[in-house]
């Protein structure tokens, strides 16, 4: 099951974290929020299975 570990304001944020995520090995989808007419803008939710939870905040918390 996919878990949301955080809520990125924006898509370049998004990727950004997804980016780091995926580095270090973790599978991520991003998910928009909202019906947003421009995708850039949308807040978007940071989703990793449910067993990586705790590496994925490790992670975040790091920068």
Known sequence: MWTVVFIAQNKPEAEKIKNKLTEEGLLVKT???????????????????????????EIMNSF
Do not use: R
């Open 31 to 57: 998910k928009p929020l909202g019906c947003s007419k421009n995708a850039e803008a949308a807040s978007y939710e940071i989703l990793v299975p449910a067993s990586e939870i705790d590496e994925a905040m």
